[in-house]
């Protein structure tokens, strides 16, 4: 059995990262966190907050996210729910101007390879 190896789990302010969903369950390894390895190509690690806006963009860009997908386990996300969204499709939602709303304390530290803290921030729903 091969031993799956996880990246530190701290979110971006170098502190523990803390579970971003349970329901749904979400995650590259779907243990709730925004947790990433090597084999995370997409680098699943920026903890979104769902906005009907957002899932629509996702769909029109070719990865529908609403729609449930029993097979995989998977029921759909709706506006409200929590999910681990790749990097890169976060910053190019960004760059489109239709980038959801992000939990820092939920977003790992690796999100930083591929988006600036001061452009995450400006979507963070959990700072003061």
């Known amino acids: 059995m091969e031993t799956i190896e996880?990246?530190?789990a701290l979110n971006v302010f170098g502190e523990k990262l803390i579970p971003?969903?349970?329901d749904p369950m979400t995650g590259f390894f779907r243990d709730g966190c925004c947790n990433t390895n090597t084999k995370d190509s997409g680098s699943h690690t920026v903890c979104i907050e769902v906005s009907q806006e957002f899932l629509e963009y996702s769909r029109f860009q070719g990865n529908d996210l609403s729609t449930p997908n029993p097979e995989f386990g998977f029921e759909g996300l709706n506006?409200?729910?929590k999910w681990c969204l790749c990097a890169t499709r976060w910053l190019q939602a960004f760059?489109?101007?239709m980038a959801p709303k992000v939990h820092l304390i939920r977003t790992h530290c690796?999100?930083?390879?591929i988006i600036p803290l001061k452009?995450?921030?400006e979507y963070a729903v959990d700072l003061n």
């Open 6 to 8: 996880i990246e530190d």
């Open 110 to 113: 690796k999100a930083l390879d």
């Open 95 to 97: 760059e489109q101007d």
């Open 119 to 121: 452009v995450l921030r």
């Open 79 to 81: 506006p409200g729910d």
């Open 20 to 22: 971003c969903s349970l």
